[in-house]
């Protein structure tokens, strides 16, 4: 286990449980992603060639 820690791999002591919710709390980031849109709910894409003001 002190190799482990000295080569930054991550050991986790507790026990495995039988809940996914419970283990993948451990190693799973949350992200979200977003898109921008206009105010009544059109994404908002920008054309080649177009130039501000152009629909």
């Known amino acids: ?29 949350e992200q979200s992603v977003s898109q921008t849109m206009h105010r009544h709910g059109r994404i908002l894409r920008h054309r080649p060639g177009a130039t501000r003001g152009d629909s």
């Open 1 to 29: 286990m002190t190799a482990a820690f000295a080569a930054g791999v991550a050991v986790e002591r507790a026990p495995v449980t039988s809940l996914p919710e419970l283990e993948l709390r451990h190693w799973v980031l």
